[in-house]
């Protein structure tokens, strides 16, 4: 591998490593403060108990997900400095609301919310608890802002005398019809995650009979939240479909292998070949007009090839091979649209139990929802190949190409020692994570202290750091 594939692996590692943990911590977050307000509510110790324990994991992922996105700044510097050249006048305004506005806010919350449980006013309380997840939110959309500028980019121009990228109006970053879309998506997987979290835990200690009663409550949460995120889904979904036909046409036609224009288009559930300059596939099973559907939200509607589409694009921005990795679009489009149907299913078998009362007696079911955690995390990786890996050869979509984003500095090499390094480091910090929050969610609710100051006073008392 050259320089440029090994910065590209290096790139993707982090970023999916890091994608693991931010969606984990928003969703967590909103299931947290939701259970936090139950219990500000009831005043119920149970709940109380209940919010800490799951605040606990919700702690871990943080942690790691801080240290992790931290690597990717320097990433800019190191590996792509000729792209943050080009466009950071444009890409550094909202990393730097995320930086300053948004983390800030969540750290800083997350400090009184962790160490105020004795201390804050219970109103008090409650309302760090709630920022946290907007903080984490707001995280969140700066940075979808970032990455959908570069899928559409919107709101600059290119200065003659330095041939950078410069804002010109931040309004259109962030009414991005890419990011509007692309946010709500990332919402909507952080729901799913926090849900199946809440779900796998939950089951696992009902099935075991371990204060059974109290995670039957957050099961079904986590069910609900589960099911509507999947439902709701399926639609954005669709949108963000036709938003790839409208901006990245090529980005949709890959993620069907579909190499010849058609109207109308089906569907294959699963082909055979078809992917890498291979324009032959075989495919077993084709629902008619489905594509159609979903890339241009009509019956019959038009999706142009990959042949076509290269062919276009030589004569627009001049010689080149510019068709992405199909086998990788192909199906990492599948995996994530198989995976939120097998969400949804679970989620009506569940409502399906508990409508006959016999949620906690279908041992197979709880055993199947303790392993359903794995989905949400193959499902993000496979949403972010699609998303990355199917603008590619640009990094930026019609702007500049990955390979002229790269730094004329350093040497394959070390690209791949640093490489070497990030994939030890990072596999040893997700193993410990991974005992640590595996451990804890095993381990059940934790004993609270005899008396809860908390929930008969409003002055200070000693913090209780049991965690």
């Not at 994608?19 to 299931?31: K, M, Q, R, W």
């Not at 006048?89 to 160490?115: I, K, N, Q, Y």
């Not at 510019?322 to 969400?343: H, I, K, T």
């Not at 193959?378 to 390979?403: K, N």
């Amino acid at each position: 591998m050259d320089q440029l594939d090994l910065a590209r692996i290096q790139f993707a590692s982090t970023s999916i490593y890091h994608f693991f943990f931010v969606p984990v911590t928003i969703g967590l977050a909103i299931l947290v403060a939701i259970l936090h307000t139950r219990w500000h509510r009831s005043g119920d110790p149970e709940l109380r108990r209940l919010t800490r324990f799951f605040g606990t994991l919700m702690l871990i992922s943080i942690s790691v997900g801080a240290v992790t996105g931290l690597v990717q700044e320097f990433q800019f510097g190191m590996d792509w400095s000729a792209y943050s050249r080009f466009v950071g006048d444009v890409f550094g305004a909202p990393l730097a609301m995320e930086g300053l506005a948004a983390f800030f806010l969540e750290s800083t919350f997350l400090g009184l919310w962790l160490f105020g449980w004795n201390v804050l006013p219970r109103g008090v309380h409650l309302f760090t608890a709630w920022m946290i997840p907007l903080g984490a939110c707001l995280s969140a959309l700066f940075i979808i802002a970032a990455n959908s500028w570069m899928q559409n980019p919107r709101g600059y121009t290119i200065n003659p005398d330095n041939g950078r990228a410069q804002l010109t109006d931040i309004g259109q970053v962030f009414s991005n019809p890419v990011f509007l879309w692309g946010y709500t998506h990332v919402l909507l997987v952080a729901l799913i995650f926090g849900g199946a979290v809440l779900l796998s835990v939950s089951a696992w200690h009902v099935r075991r009979g371990n204060h059974a009663p109290l995670f039957r409550g957050t099961a079904k949460l986590g069910l609900f939240v589960l099911a509507v995120a999947s439902v709701l889904q399926f639609p954005v979904g669709g949108r963000l479909g036709i938003n790839e036909t409208n901006y990245q046409p090529m980005k949709i036609a890959a993620a069907e292998a579909n190499w010849t224009t058609c109207q109308p288009c089906s569907f294959s559930v699963i082909q055979i070949g078809g992917y890498n300059q291979d324009e032959t596939p075989t495919k077993i099973i084709e629902i008619p007009h489905l594509l159609s559907i979903l890339a241009t939200g009509t019956w019959d509607g038009q999706v142009q090839g990959l042949s076509e589409l290269n062919t276009q694009y030589n004569q627009q921005y001049g010689p080149g091979y510019y068709v992405p990795n199909v086998f990788v679009q192909y199906w990492s489009m599948r995996a994530m649209a198989y995976l939120a149907v097998l969400g949804f299913v679970m989620g009506i078998w569940g409502a399906i139990l508990l409508w006959r009362r016999k949620f906690e007696k279908s041992r197979f079911f709880l055993w199947a929802c303790t392993w359903l955690i794995l989905t949400p995390f193959v499902m993000a990786t496979a949403g972010w190949l699609l998303t990355e890996s199917g603008r590619q050869p640009w990094i930026v979509q019609g702007l500049m190409l990955t390979s002229t984003g790269l730094s004329g500095s350093g040497s394959a090499a070390e690209v791949a020692i640093s490489l070497g390094l990030v994939v030890v480091l990072y596999s040893t910090i997700g193993v410990i994570a991974a005992i640590l929050m595996v451990r804890h969610a095993r381990r059940g609710l934790l004993d609270e202290p005899a008396s809860s100051p908390e929930s008969t006073t409003t002055g200070p008392s000693v913090p209780s750091l049991t965690y």
